[in-house]
């Protein structure tokens, strides 16, 4: 099948690359652009393990075409600290251990940061429900929420 | 240099009474979180290779059919496929036996099938291609005649006569004449008169209990990239709780020499148990040696439901005879668990775990290890306990309710102790079930008011833990750091409580510890990660090898000084002399030796090779508060304690991690997840849609207590933690759930519908 040209921003940088019509963004971040860092968890968008931000939205890549990506802007956790320097959900996740096997955390940070970015003071409730489409098999959710709620509030005093 | 630093060091496991850490006991970052939270971590589908070629493999769809011809010739000819085999590409000379002495020919035949497809999901061809399209193209033209045979996937069907027969001459010599040959594994055990027991009892109750297969449901799918060439040497690459099984089950499922194949495990995204098997790794390995290139093979999601571990559903009848002041005067269980279509259904744990908690003076269990057509069950955290702490522990709690008696004091009052006859046998050392119930009754939880719709329950929860063959080997650096290498896959935070424990005997800072999950070709052999063997396990190693290389260390010290070894000791990361040369010379930093080691006798290394069997057994208590909605039969957990025995907390917080994590799964299993099979055979729900595992927004935050009583089997008094915590939750939900709604649930999941023909059932009663 022919492929097609698509020109994206990915975490800033403009990307190019060429895809079959029918790949998924997330296997072109992973199999093309060796941005490993989105999980393939399930595929059909119920675990949240690919989570990534379109034009500053949330979506499963895992649902999204790569020809999609032409012209948008895209982010992955890859993008989230600034050079040597962590985010604060990522500090936390590791000071906290929200994390046991790690492998929904790109995801889940990717998720968490976007939370932030919409309501910097969210609520227990508000965290539970916004990650509820961020599947963790590990940790129960007790350390992942206390970590997003412990960032919010240093970045709420830090701003 | 002495010849001394070379003689193998004594294996003593002995724990070595209470002392002050320095290290052991805090809590600090893990080493590889800063990969973990930056997307730089490589899991089992993150590795690629130059010239890799793309896996996909068909499954049946029918759940019990004879292949009658099987036809690849169109799929060999699409452009851009590479290879395709099927059982024809795999050992001959893998040997089937009944029962599980047979094991290899049991994996092969579930990996690939042979004359007939056993489940729907069963493998039957598998392509590798140049790109994954391509690759999934080619299973559409692979040509599969079916005749459909009758199928059989509940436990009690499967056992009554008449039953479709799913393997003929699978059962072991255990099982009694007369059996449907369907089962195929028998336990028994206990000890005592079960009759005489009952009939000393004020309230004898027999139940009959259900609980379905769930799935340990890892967020990773299985996933490896193998290369093997035709002069039988391969690499492997692959997500495992065990890479020297994959390794020694490859060899034989390829005929290749075990140690001309190195596994590397990825980093791990959760296995549960679920990764002590394998599925795809000879599958990729076979296809790579046919194509002469590197082959890359990952599980759908779809895939993992239908064709990995879901745990044993089960079947039981629990009988249990208690006075009117508590005092349990016998119990008996029956387990029927069907572990899909392969013997190994872990029915004897079940039978042996049932009533472990409790000092009994008759008692006798009964187990039965059945096939049906669904896929070959695999170990899911304490495999088997959960399903008899579900049973045994709501008969315990009806028979407190029906006598007006605590939940926690009748446990206390039966409670198995150091001297207690185990159920299953032995006669256990120290171990900490009363502690875990007395720090239960103390906590605020257990004494906090309910509100209206709200009940609270209580259970008990019992696994063995295990030792099994470990290696471990710490070599140091010039600069003074360390690397120990570890066989274990980390599971679970495993590498920060090695550096810890590491850190404490060679008295360097955590920070200059690296923990390396090494290669099959890297380290002697490892079992796998499983039976909460880790930091018990690889933990005694790692504090030996780093007492081997403290004892050499020791040595270069004495000879620089011209004095006895022996009279040399090791205080805070130093050489100090003692004895009569006490205060000689000053103290000789680690580092310090280090630097100069290659003149004074060559590099320094600890090691650590052995079978550690004094892994203590252990045991929890947790508190539930559950809501149920009368009118829509849903049940919310709002609070929820865990209250465990750790014996020494090496890293606290990963514990609270363990105990958290199995609490969740145990809520999930007793309230949503479930396999669902229609009447033609086939899964239902193969997906996270509709096999839902808890999510943030169900979930309370999980309290936990760490409870320390020394395991007698280890240096500092480690017990495994990663199983307990998931035996539980079942009964203690749906013994909150009874006394929330007035109902007992018998059947897992306790769905909303249940709850509400239960609801129904006592409006019609009242």
């Keep these: 099948m022919t492929k097609i040209h698509v020109t994206a921003r990915i975490n800033g940088d403009e990307v190019e690359f060429l895809c079959d019509p029918r790949e998924t963004m997330l296997d072109v971040l992973r199999d093309r652009l060796g941005l490993i860092g989105a999980k393939e968890g399930c595929g059909t968008g119920d675990c949240g393990a690919c989570s990534i931000t379109l034009d500053g939205r949330l979506v499963c890549s895992c649902l999204m075409l790569g020809v999609e990506a032409e012209g948008r802007e895209i982010g992955t956790v890859e993008g989230i600290a600034e050079g040597e320097n962590l985010h ?48 963790c098999r590990c940790t129960g959710y007790d350390k992942i929420i206390r970590a997003v709620l412990d960032a919010a509030a240093e970045m709420r005093e830090a701003s | 240099m002495a010849l001394d630093e070379y003689r193998p060091q004594e294996g003593d496991e002995a724990y070595e009474g209470p002392r002050e850490f320095r290290q052991v006991g805090t809590r600090p970052d893990r080493p590889d979180g800063f990969d973990k ?54 050992s001959k000379n893998v040997i089937f036996a009944p029962g599980t002495v047979g094991e290899f020919w049991n994996i092969l035949e579930n990996i690939m099938a042979g004359e007939k497809a056993l489940y729907d999901g069963h493998a039957v061809a598998a392509v590798a291609a140049t790109t994954p399209l391509i690759a999934r193209d080619a299973l559409k033209l692979i040509e599969v005649e079916y005749e459909i045979l009758p199928h059989v996937t509940d436990v009690d069907e499967a056992m009554k006569p008449g039953a479709p027969v799913i393997r003929e001459g699978a059962a072991d010599r255990s099982v009694p004449e007369g059996m449907h040959p369907n089962v195929v594994r028998y336990h028994e055990s206990g000890h005592g008169d079960v009759e005489a027991g009952f009939a000393e009892a004020d309230l004898v109750i027999e139940d009959h209990f259900t609980t379905e297969a769930t799935h340990q449901g890892y967020i990773e799918p299985h996933a490896c990239l193998g290369t093997l060439g035709a002069d039988g040497k391969g690499e492997l690459w692959c997500c ?40 795809i790794e000879p599958v990729a390995l076979a296809l790579s040696r046919k194509a002469g290139r590197p ?57 042996m775990c049932a009533f472990a908690c409790y000092d009994l003076r008759h008692v006798r269990q009964v187990g039965y290890d059945v096939m049906t057509n669904r896929p070959k069950q695999a170990a899911y955290r304490a495999p088997g306990s959960p399903m008899a702490a579900f049973a045994v522990e709501s008969v315990i709690d009806e028979l407190c309710n029906r006598l007006g008696l605590d939940p926690i004091e009748v446990r206390l009052k039966n409670a198995a102790r150091e001297g207690t006859k185990a159920s299953y046998g032995p006669t256990y050392p120290r171990i900490g079930l009363v502690e875990t119930l007395e720090a239960a009754r103390a906590h605020p939880h257990y004494a906090a008011p309910l509100k209206p719709g709200q009940g609270r329950g209580i259970s008990c929860g019992f696994w063995f833990n295990y030792g099994g063959e470990t290696s471990v080997s710490l070599a140091l650096s010039e600069d003074g750091s360390a690397q120990v290498m570890v066989g274990t896959p980390d599971i679970g935070g495993s590498r920060a409580s090695m550096a810890l424990m590491a850190a404490e005997v060679l008295g360097i800072p955590y920070e200059n510890i690296r923990v390396t999950v090494a290669d099959t070709g890297s380290l002697g052999y490892n079992e796998i990660s499983h039976g909460s063997r880790v930091t018990y396990a690889s933990g005694l190693a790692t504090i030996k090898a780093a007492r081997d290389a403290v004892r050499k260390l020791r040595q270069r010290a004495a000879d620089k000084w011209g004095i006895d070894v022996e009279a040399v000791d090791w205080v805070d990361g130093c050489a100090v002399p003692s004895g009569p040369n006490a205060g000689d010379f000053d103290p000789l930093p680690l580092a310090e030796i280090t630097k100069t080691m290659g003149a004074t006798g060559g590099p320094i290394s600890g090691h650590f090779e052995a079978t550690p069997e004094g892994a203590g057994v252990s045991f929890a208590t947790h508190i539930v508060d559950a809501e149920v909605d009368r009118e829509t039969g849903k049940t919310r957990v709002v609070r929820y304690t865990v209250v465990q025995d750790a014996g020494k907390a090496i890293h606290p917080t990963y514990v609270e991690g363990q105990f958290q994590g199995g609490a969740a799964q145990g809520i999930g299993w007793a309230l949503n997840e479930e396999y669902i099979y229609g009447e033609d055979g086939r899964l239902q729900n193969p997906g996270f849609l509709d096999y839902r595992i808890p999510v943030a927004s169900d979930l309370p935050m999980i309290d936990t207590v760490i409870v320390e009583v020394p395991n007698p089997g280890h240096p500092f008094g480690v017990r495994g933690v990663g199983e307990t915590s998931i035996c539980p939750p079942l009964a203690a939900i749906a013994n909150a759930v009874s006394n929330a709604a007035g109902v007992r649930l018998r059947d897992l999941p306790m769905r909303p519908s249940r709850i509400l023909d239960e609801l129904e059932k006592q409006r019609d009663d009242a």
């Design chain 1, 88 to 135: 604060p959900l990522q500090r936390k996740f590791i000071e906290h251990a929200a994390l046991q096997c790690g492998f929904c955390t790109p995801g889940i940070l990717v998720a968490a940061k976007n939370l932030l970015e919409r309501n910097p003071d969210p609520s227990e409730e508000e965290v539970r429900y916004w990650l509820a489409g961020n599947l």
């Design chain 2, 37 to 90: 939270v930056t997307g730089r971590a490589r899991f089992g589908a993150d590795m690629y290779a130059p010239g890799m070629l793309h896996a996909a493999i068909l499954r049946s769809p029918h759940a019990h059919a004879r292949i009658v011809r099987l036809d690849t010739s169109k799929a060999e000819a699409l452009e851009g496929v590479k290879a395709v085999v099927t059982r024809a590409d795999f």
């Design chain 2, 240 to 279: 495992t709780q065990g890479h020297w099984y994959v390794q020694k089950v490859c060899a034989a499922l390829l005929d290749l020499e075990t140690a001309n194949l190195r596994v590397t495990a990825s980093e791990i995204g959760g296995g549960f148990g679920g990764k002590t098997t394998v599925f």
């Design chain 2, 295 to 351: 082959v890359k093979l990952v599980m759908s999601r779809a895939e993992v439901f239908r064709a990995t571990g879901p745990t044993a559903s089960a079947s039981m009848d629990i009988r249990i005879g208690m006075k009117k002041d508590g005092t349990i005067t016998a119990a008996q269980g029956t387990f029927r668990l069907q572990g899909g279509a392969f013997p190994g259904a872990p029915m004897e744990f079940t039978a």
